[in-house]
């Protein structure tokens, strides 16, 4: 089954959800950077979070996650575009720690102290940041001071991978539910009520739960309007010519050193993992190409 993701509002509330399954891009992620399970679901749970963000943009719109902190995970970067279509990459994907007191990953103790940057690029004058520090490294309560801090937006996030014995995925996923002006602290506490007898994200989809049911669930008692689901997934766009006119921003000097120094150079796209291999004579082209420093 396909990735995807449902949007919805109550008719007679403010409030919006967006609501994701992301167990085949999570899987993906994993393979591609050869992640252990820890690692796997701090990735895992900030593509999922890209995912919804980035479908929340207008058309060509990208947003950019990072998760900076202390831990031995080192950065977490997760980038969605406007489809739901997302990529991303960590800095230690071999990274390991002892499982927390409740048999959990310690992700927070993987990210440990730092902060959460958003960047919204909509393609018009310069890309919008937002900065917060990390609340716990957890991820999903680090999104929600963003919102209410940097987006004066209540909202409730949650995210969650699930990882197999064989470190695989077995199910990853998400929801944002996002308080719009007027409502009513009695709706507040209804919701508050809903999410809390809901749990978690992972057991919800371990249960067979769609992302309607899902949706109902943690928006139970209000009336509902679903949009229609949309398919997502894990897409890098790299390509040789993206890399090549990389290169050429390096400069002359920095082309030259190249030259000087590799018979054969290596460049690995940090998303997809994939190799691309230029020998001299192609830098030695390149370089007439380049401007001067």
């Not at 509330?13 to 994993?30: F, K, N, P, Y």
């Not at 470190?167 to 809903?194: C, F, H, W």
């Not at 769609?210 to 997502?232: A, K, N, Q, S, Y």
Request: with cysteine.
């Amino acid at each position: 089954m396909s990735d995807t993701l449902l949007r919805a509002i109550t008719k007679d509330a403010g409030i919006l959800m967006s609501a994701a399954v992301t167990s085949g891009l999570a899987e993906q992620a994993r393979i591609i950077h050869r992640t252990l399970p820890l690692a796997t679901a701090a990735l895992g749970r900030t593509l999922t979070a890209a995912a919804i963000m980035g479908d929340q943009l207008k058309s060509g719109g990208a947003v950019t996650i990072q998760v900076r902190g202390n831990g031995p995970l080192g950065a977490v970067t997760a980038i969605g575009e406007s489809d739901g279509f997302v990529r991303g990459y960590l800095q230690n994907p071999a990274c390991d720690l002892p499982l927390r007191a409740d048999g959990k990953l310690d992700v927070g103790g993987g990210i440990g102290q730092g902060y959460l940057m958003v960047i919204k690029d909509i393609g018009v004058k310069e890309p919008v940041t937002g900065t917060v520090a990390l609340v716990n490294g957890e991820i999903a309560e680090d999104l929600t001071r963003y919102f209410a801090e940097s987006e004066q937006l209540p909202s409730a996030c949650a995210l969650g991978v699930l990882v197999n014995t064989d470190q695989s995925v077995k199910q990853a996923g998400g929801y944002l539910v996002q308080l719009m002006p007027g409502v009513t602290d009695s709706q507040i506490s209804r919701l508050e009520e809903n999410i809390a007898r809901a749990g978690a994200m992972t057991g919800l989809l371990d249960r067979g739960l769609t992302l309607p049911e899902i949706v109902r669930t943690v928006l139970d008692g209000f009336d509902i309007e679903l949009f229609e689901e949309r398919t997502i997934g894990y897409r890098c766009g790299c390509s040789r010519q993206k890399v090549t006119r990389a290169l050429i921003s390096l400069g002359r000097t920095e082309l030259q050193k190249i030259i000087d120094e590799e018979e054969r150079t290596e460049l690995t796209c940090q998303f997809c993992d994939k190799v691309y291999h230029f020998d001299r004579e192609e830098l030695k082209v390149l370089l007439a190409s380049a401007v001067r420093d």
